[in-house]
């Protein structure tokens, strides 16, 4: 039963590791790994000699280690919120709607939130009539860069965490629920006595495989996020 899994990991996920090569080559397309010449550590000596290179690092460690942290969190939280919904129909409604922004792509996300969040953006033009607030550089300026794209990557994904929360949750023997009820525990001690200790070996199990992304970042996302035009549009209207 496992061979399926095995044979498509290691052809999607192990064979094109040996595409590394390239990084100790000057790789040109055309003539492949073999024939592109060794350069060695050529590729990372320039890197690291590059002055933005610490910053470069400090903000992917700063915006993974976020987007852990809340990404474990947030579905967790709104995992025990949905559980005590009793309507299931509306649970499954919630659940689905919250669920459904797993499945677009950082290209249709980041067009939306492109416009969204520009300077002359539905965001900012809310902000100013009803604050009265200058324009905020969402997409221009570093610290509100970082938390557009913390926000919007847990935003995204939370529904889809949430799933591995409920599994658990209902997995958890009703006789101490029961119990706790006849010892005359509350639902929040309930939930703080009974749940969350239940649910901490999940807990470990998502933190521990989210760390195999913490040099991740997101590079799609931000890709698809940054914005040159914004950072040009603050340097004239500070003028």
Known sequence: MLLPAVILTFIFAYIPMGGLVIAFQDYKPWLGFAKSSWIGLEHFQFLFSMPENVQVIWNTLIIAGLKLIGGLIAPL???????????????????????????????????????????????????????????????GDGTWFRIVVVTSDIWKEFGFGAIIFLASLAGINPALYEAAEVDGASRWQQTWSIT????????????????????????DQIFNLYNPVDSHSRSLLQR
């Open 196 to 219: 969350i200790p239940a649910l901490i070996p999940i807990m470990i199990v998502v933190g521990t495989l989210s760390l195999g992304n913490i040099l991740n970042g997101g590079f």
């Open 77 to 139: 939280i709104f995992a025990l919120l949905l559980n005590e919904v009793r309507k299931e129909t509306f649970k499954k409604s919630i659940q689905t709607f919250v669920y459904l922004p797993h499945f677009l792509s950082w290209v249709i996300l980041g067009g939306i939130l492109l416009d969204m969040l520009a300077t002359k953006g539905m965001i900012n033009q809310f902000l100013g009539a009803l604050f009265g607030l200058e324009p905020i550089f969402f997409l």
